[in-house]
C-alpha cells in the first residue's frame, strides 16, 4: 500500500469511527434523556396515585363518621366498587360487619386463655373438637405464596396470632370446629387488625347464613352450590361448561378450595381485599360472580385436562381484568333466590 492510499484508509477509518462515536454518544444521550422522561412520568404518575389515595382515604373517614346516615347510600356503594383502599380498611370493614355476634373481648381473653391449656380428649368427642389438633401442623403446610409463608409458618411474626383465633374459634363453635381453608381468611383478617377484631370478623363470616354450611363441608348444601354453580356457568360460558364435561371436571376440583378460603387461597391478597370489600357491601353473590369472572379469563388456557386443572389450581389473574369481568356477569334471580335461601 502506497503511502497516499495509506493515508486515505486511516483518514476512513478514523472518520468512521468518529461517525461512530458521535452517534453513540446522540443515541446515549437520546436514551438517557428517554429514561429522564420516563422516571419524571413515573414520579408523577406515582404522585399521582398517592394523592388519590389520600383523597379516597378522607372521603372514607367522612363516611365512617356517620356510617348510620350513609351505610345506605347509594354513592358509597358505587365508591366501594372502586375498592376501599388499604389504609381506611381497618376502620370501614368492622363497621360493615358489626358484632351481631356479640363477642366482648372479656370472651374472646377466656376463651385464648382456655385454648392454651385445651386437651382433646378422644374419650369424649365433642362435636368437631378433634380438629383442634389438626390447626399447629396445618400452619406449616397451608400457604404457597412466599411472602405468606414468612408471615403465618411457624416462627413467623403473626403465626401465634394466626394458630390462636383458630384455636379459640375452635373452642366457641365447637359444633363447626376447624378446616383448612380458615387459615387463609384469617391470614387475611390479620394482615389489617389485632386479633380480637380479626376474631369477631372471622366468626360472622364463617357463621354467615350463606357461608357456615360451607365450613362445615354440609353435603347436601354443597351440592345445591356446585348445582346453581354450574347454571351459571352453562349461562354465561357454555363453552367452558361444554369443556368441563369432556375433561370430566367438576365443582369439587376447584370451586371448593376457592370458596373454603374466600379466594384467599388461589388470588393474591391484594385482589382478595378489593373482592371482600364489594362482598361485605353486596353480599355473597359476589363470591359466585367472582368465580365464573375467573372461569372466563381462564378460558384460553384450557387446552386440555391437566392444563386445565393446574390453571384452576393456579389462575395467573390480572386484578383489574377480574373486577372488570365481575361486571359483565349474568345472575339471574332464579340462580339468586336459590343461593341466597341456603340455610343448615
Same mark, same amino acid.
Given at each position: 500500500?502506497?503511502?497516499?492510499?495509506?493515508?486515505?484508509?486511516?483518514?476512513?477509518?478514523?472518520?468512521?469511527?468518529?461517525?461512530?462515536?458521535?452517534?453513540?454518544?446522540?443515541?446515549?444521550?437520546?436514551?438517557?434523556?428517554?429514561?429522564?422522561?420516563?422516571?419524571?412520568?413515573?414520579?408523577?404518575?406515582?404522585?399521582?396515585?398517592?394523592?388519590?389515595? *389520600?383523597?379516597?382515604?378522607?372521603?372514607?373517614?367522612? %363516611? /365512617?363518621?356517620?356510617?348510620?346516615?350513609?351505610?345506605?347510600?347509594?354513592?358509597?356503594?358505587?365508591? /366501594?366498587?372502586?375498592?376501599?383502599?388499604?389504609?381506611?380498611?381497618?376502620?370501614?370493614?368492622?363497621?360493615?360487619?358489626?358484632?351481631?355476634?356479640?363477642?366482648?373481648?372479656?370472651?374472646?381473653?377466656?376463651?385464648?386463655?382456655?385454648? *392454651?391449656?385445651?386437651?382433646?380428649?378422644?374419650?369424649?368427642?365433642?362435636?368437631?373438637?378433634?380438629?383442634?389438633?389438626?390447626? *399447629?401442623?396445618?400452619?406449616?403446610?397451608?400457604?404457597?405464596?412466599?411472602?405468606?409463608? *414468612?408471615?403465618?409458618?411457624?416462627?413467623?411474626?403473626?403465626?401465634?396470632?394466626?394458630?390462636?383465633?383458630?384455636?379459640?374459634?375452635?373452642?366457641?363453635?365447637?359444633?363447626?370446629?376447624?378446616?383448612?381453608?380458615?387459615?387463609?381468611?384469617?391470614? %387475611?383478617?390479620?394482615?389489617?387488625?389485632?386479633?380480637?377484631? /380479626?376474631?369477631?370478623?372471622?366468626?360472622?363470616?364463617?357463621?354467615?347464613?350463606?357461608?357456615?354450611?360451607?365450613? =362445615?363441608?354440609?353435603?347436601?348444601?354443597?351440592?345445591?352450590?356446585?348445582?346453581?354453580?354450574?347454571?351459571?356457568?352453562?349461562?354465561?360460558?357454555?363453552?367452558?361448561?361444554?369443556?368441563?364435561?369432556?375433561?370430566?371436571?367438576?365443582?369439587?376440583?376447584?370451586?371448593?378450595?376457592?370458596?373454603?378460603?374466600?379466594? /384467599?387461597?388461589?388470588?393474591?391478597?391484594?385482589?382478595?381485599?378489593?373482592?371482600?370489600?364489594?362482598?361485605?357491601?353486596?353480599?355473597?353473590?359476589?363470591?359466585?360472580?367472582?368465580?365464573?369472572?375467573?372461569?372466563?379469563?381462564?378460558?384460553?388456557?384450557?387446552?386440555?385436562?391437566?392444563?386445565?386443572?393446574?390453571?384452576?389450581?393456579?389462575?395467573?389473574?390480572?386484578?383489574?381484568?377480574?373486577?372488570?369481568? =365481575?361486571?359483565?356477569?349474568?345472575?339471574?334471580?332464579?340462580?339468586?333466590?336459590?343461593?341466597?335461601?341456603?340455610?343448615?
Amino acid at each position: 500500500m502506497n503511502q497516499n492510499k495509506e493515508n486515505e484508509y486511516v483518514s476512513d477509518v478514523q472518520g468512521y469511527f468518529t461517525n461512530k462515536c458521535m452517534t453513540s454518544t446522540r443515541s446515549t444521550s437520546l436514551h438517557e434523556e428517554n429514561t429522564m422522561k420516563f422516571s419524571r412520568s413515573n414520579n408523577l404518575f406515582e404522585q399521582k396515585q398517592q394523592e388519590n389515595e *389520600k383523597e379516597l382515604k378522607r372521603k372514607w373517614s367522612d %363516611i /365512617a363518621k356517620d356510617w348510620q346516615r350513609n351505610k345506605r347510600d347509594v354513592k358509597v356503594f358505587q365508591l /366501594a366498587e372502586f375498592g376501599i383502599p388499604i389504609s381506611a380498611r381497618k376502620q370501614i370493614w368492622p363497621l360493615i360487619v358489626g358484632n351481631k355476634l356479640q363477642i366482648t373481648k372479656e370472651l374472646y381473653n377466656i376463651l385464648q386463655t382456655q385454648s *392454651k391449656t385445651f386437651k382433646f380428649d378422644q374419650r369424649k368427642p365433642l362435636g368437631r373438637m378433634s380438629s383442634f389438633n389438626h390447626i *399447629k401442623q396445618d400452619l406449616g403446610r397451608t400457604f404457597k405464596n412466599e411472602s405468606l409463608q *414468612k408471615i403465618f409458618h411457624p416462627g413467623g411474626p403473626l403465626s401465634e396470632n394466626l394458630q390462636s383465633i383458630l384455636e379459640v374459634f375452635c373452642l366457641y363453635r365447637p359444633d363447626i370446629g376447624y378446616v383448612q381453608g380458615m387459615t387463609y381468611v384469617g391470614s %387475611i383478617l390479620l394482615t389489617y387488625f389485632d386479633d380480637y377484631q /380479626a376474631f369477631v370478623i372471622f366468626s360472622s363470616l364463617i357463621t354467615h347464613p350463606q357461608l357456615i354450611s360451607i365450613f =362445615m363441608l354440609d353435603e347436601q348444601n354443597l351440592q345445591i352450590i356446585f348445582q346453581q354453580f354450574e347454571k351459571l356457568i352453562k349461562l354465561n360460558i357454555p363453552q367452558v361448561h361444554k369443556l368441563f364435561k369432556q375433561y370430566n371436571i367438576n365443582c369439587t376440583n376447584y370451586l371448593l378450595d376457592w370458596i373454603l378460603t374466600l379466594f /384467599a387461597k388461589p388470588l393474591n391478597p391484594d385482589i382478595v381485599g378489593r373482592i371482600w370489600d364489594r362482598m361485605l357491601f353486596n353480599g355473597t353473590h359476589i363470591l359466585w360472580k367472582c368465580g365464573i369472572a375467573i372461569l372466563k379469563i381462564l378460558y384460553p388456557k384450557f387446552k386440555d385436562q391437566e392444563k386445565t386443572l393446574q390453571s384452576l389450581k393456579n389462575p395467573d389473574i390480572k386484578d383489574d381484568e377480574l373486577l372488570q369481568e =365481575m361486571k359483565s356477569i349474568n345472575y339471574p334471580f332464579e340462580v339468586q333466590e336459590v343461593l341466597g335461601n341456603i340455610e343448615l
